[in-house]
């Protein structure tokens, strides 16, 4: 069991910055492929990064390269996504979640554990 719990959105103008964290409880963290997903109102829930259980080996979708960086510390049981030159169309609210191994990171239902969401707003 893997009980999850985001923080750090707030309303950031274009081109700024935010560092989200993902605060996970529970010994078997590091077992766990770690992503970020994000919905905007009205939309599907759709894949913005992920990052396997050691660290080695990560992934974006493609509107997020260069801009976003997703890092865990299996340590302190925490995922960071640090978030730059962001764009309006960045808002939505940010849910982290944990999937049991690194196949198909990108599939919603790769994923066992959810948390609650952020919500991170840029304004124009």
């Known amino acids: 069991q893997v009980q999850l719990v985001e923080s750090g959105g707030g309303l950031v103008q274009a081109e700024g910055s935010l560092r989200l964290s993902c605060a996970a409880s529970g010994r078997t963290f590091s077992r766990y492929a770690m992503g970020w997903f994000r919905q905007a109102p009205g939309t599907a829930r759709v894949f913005v990064a992920a990052i396997s259980w050691s660290g080695g080996s990560t992934d974006y979708a493609d509107s997020v390269k260069g801009r976003f960086t997703i890092s865990r510390d299996n340590a302190k049981n925490t995922v960071y996504l640090q978030m730059n030159s962001l764009k309006p169309e960045d808002t939505a609210v940010y849910y982290c979640?944990?999937?049991?191994?690194?196949?198909?990171?990108?599939?919603?239902?790769?994923?066992?554990?959810w948390g609650q969401g952020t919500q991170v707003t840029v304004s124009s």
């Open positions: 979640a944990a999937a049991p191994t690194w196949l198909r990171v990108g599939v919603l239902g790769s994923y066992d554990y």
